[in-house]
């Protein structure tokens, strides 16, 4: 209850006195707050029963009981809400729980960039091509793809299709969870089409072997199923850009006392919005949620310290998940500093690497990639810092599709870089296809089990 007790000039709109960065400049106010005052009658898209689910677990995760792994994609597409390419997303981060919760023995927590990840941060305002400018695109939330003022010109109304988006994707999710979907005695329901010839297939079918082998004899000497076999919990994140939109859900429930975002289970702040006077912040202090905070080059252990006292000056458990993203190159330089910074403050939190956002880059032709091994070296990075740290890594972050992309190089069968224009489908950044995100979990597990982590 730390924003409320402390702060109670807070409100869900005292951001509106900050500087708010990353924001589109709609041309008609009258019809913004037409959209809004419609999206505030709205029912919420999650509960705050999910909510506070989500920041126990989270509170177990910092405690190493229970790892984090968050996925999905850069930015949603609208055209991208079908039932097909919904159920890829979910069956890969399922596979990526089976395999991590084999190789860790530990509870995986399933967190998916689903349902909401519309909006997206741009390093300008304009876009100018042939001498024409036009405002950048700032996701569907927003704005459109096409280079045209029609196109660029933010429409209020997206926001509406968002949430009505986000709320058929939560609910399909829903459905093939508490349908039997996450069964972990039919993981046959969870294959995609291209694993008959992955090179991790072979592996992958013997966890999932001993994990049937094992399920059978509990069951048989229990003589009761048991229930987290057969059913994954889920929840959704995004990061909280666009403010107007995450205020027009931000609800105060009086069973509980406190305010809550309730478009999604854990909104996250981005480094460009991260500063300490600005709107971003202001905003999440007073939410209930679990909040995440993207941490990387440019931050500094001041700053970062600022932020655990805004954003938890309580010490809450579950409160704070600190994603850092420096790249495979700085982060033996830059993280064991922002670890010290966190341990000073006395604070639980729960960090998690992202391996992706520091390691993009732009082959000859122009695209942008990443490199598995680059992602790899992070990764392994950042577990041996926090062990040497005395400090705990408990999650990960990526991007990632269950489609059969390339768009990041390397992994097991050795994309190349003139293999990224035969499957490069993401309008923003570079995912890891369903292989190489298979290949990463298998290989986190034996990471944590080399360093005893």
Request: aromatic share 8%; with cysteine.
């Amino acid at each position: 209850m730390s924003s409320n007790k402390h702060s109670p000039e807070w409100s869900p709109s005292s951001w509106q006195a900050k500087v708010a960065e990353q924001q589109p400049l709609y041309p008609d106010q009258e019809k913004v707050q037409d959209v809004l005052g419609r999206l505030g009658r709205l029912p919420p898209l999650v509960t705050s029963w999910e909510v506070e689910k989500l920041k126990a677990d989270i509170a177990q995760a910092q405690r190493g009981e229970a790892f984090l792994l968050q996925g999905g994609d850069c930015a949603e597409n609208f055209e991208d809400c079908q039932s097909d390419l919904i159920a890829v997303k979910l069956k890969i981060l399922l596979q990526m729980s089976v395999v991590l919760l084999h190789g860790l023995k530990m509870p995986i927590i399933r967190v998916g960039r689903m349902a909401g990840q519309y909006a997206k941060p741009r390093s300008a305002d304009t876009e100018t091509r042939d001498g024409v400018t036009l405002p950048s695109y700032r996701g569907d939330l927003v704005n459109r793809m096409g280079f045209t003022p029609e196109d660029r010109t933010p429409d209020p109304e997206l926001m509406i299709k968002g949430y009505s988006l986000s709320a058929l994707t939560l609910n399909f999710v829903r459905a093939l969870v508490d349908g039997g979907f996450a069964d972990l005695h039919h993981p046959e329901y969870w294959d995609l089409d291209f694993l008959g010839h992955s090179p991790q297939k072979a592996e992958y079918q013997r966890i999932v072997s001993s994990i049937s082998d094992s399920l059978d004899f509990l069951e048989t000497i229990s003589r009761r199923p048991i229930h987290q076999s057969s059913h994954a919990t889920f929840f959704a994140s995004h990061e909280g850009l666009h403010l107007p939109y995450e205020q027009a859900q931000t609800r105060y429930l009086e069973h509980r006392k406190r305010w809550y975002n309730l478009s999604t289970h854990m909104p996250w702040i981005g480094m460009r919005t991260a500063t300490m006077d600005g709107a971003h912040v202001e905003l999440f202090r007073g939410i209930a949620n679990p909040i995440g905070v993207k941490v990387g080059p440019g931050m500094t252990a001041e700053w970062l310290h600022d932020l655990i006292s805004v954003l938890n000056p309580d010490n809450e458990p579950g409160r704070l998940v600190l994603i850092h993203r420096f790249g495979a190159s700085r982060i033996k330089d830059q993280l064991p500093e922002m670890i010290r910074a966190v341990q000073a403050t006395g604070s639980p939190v729960l960090w998690v690497c992202d391996p992706m956002h520091g390691n993009t880059e732009t082959v000859a032709s122009g695209v942008k990639t990443r490199r598995f091994e680059n992602i790899l070296s992070e990764l392994q990075s950042a577990f041996a810092i926090h062990q040497d740290a005395g400090s705990h890594l408990g999650g990960v972050h990526f991007e990632l599709t269950g489609e059969n992309v390339t768009e990041c190089t390397g992994g097991a069968r050795g994309l190349a870089d003139g293999d990224l224009a035969r499957a490069y489908k993401s309008q923003v950044d570079p995912r890891l296809n369903y292989e190489q995100a298979l290949e990463m979990a298998m290989l986190i597990a034996g990471c944590r089990q080399v360093l005893g982590a």
